[in-house]
């Protein structure tokens, strides 16, 4: 059990774009995947990105049944994603109070396309290729951008939507 401490917003390495994994299937691969649930779980996330443990690759991690920071949103499947490339399927977008561990105690309501095509790689080289919707589509595309140095405030159209958790829910 190894959580790490989290890479917070305003540090560098959290805006810094992350080098694509070349080894698959690895014990150093397999370790950092641990640490990264491990940590996930302790803090209740629902995705982490390597950088934000500060580790500059190209993979995530996300999914949960049930999420205590979002109760009221649907599964979606737990999946390491390595490498991973968007595709966005239809350009309409909903919006959704989003959070994010490097962001601590604040919300954000956050404009995103509902339906995506997403392909990648498994930590062992098999190729992930899914399309999805919904909630599970804006947690992969909150995760990725994370990889490109993208936090969820610099999606943002109107930042009087971005404030401290208790003052929101006023
Ligand atoms: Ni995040």
Request: glycine share 8%; hydrophobic share 40%; net charge negative.
């Amino acid at each position: 059990m190894a959580v790490r401490s989290i890479v917070l917003m305003g540090d560098p390495r959290i805006f810094t774009v992350a080098e694509p994994v070349t080894e698959f299937n690895s014990a150093e691969l397999d370790q950092l995947i641990t640490d990264m649930e491990d940590t996930m779980a302790e803090l209740n996330g629902v995705g982490l990105a390597a950088p934000q443990i500060g580790v500059s690759k190209r993979l995530v991690i996300f999914g949960s049944d049930h999420n205590l920071r979002y109760p009221d949103a649907p599964e979606v499947p737990k999946t390491v994603l390595i490498n991973p490339v968007i595709k966005v399927l239809d350009e309409n977008t909903d919006e959704l109070w989003e959070g994010c561990l490097s962001i601590p105690g604040m919300r954000g309501l956050v404009a995103r396309p509902t339906h995506i095509h997403y392909h990648g790689f498994d930590q062992y080289g098999n190729e992930i290729e899914r399309e999805a919707n919904g909630f599970h589509a804006r947690v992969v595309q909150h995760e990725c951008d994370h990889l490109d140095g993208i936090l969820y405030p610099m999606r943002m159209e109107d930042l009087r939507y971005f404030g401290y958790e208790q003052a929101l829910t006023r």
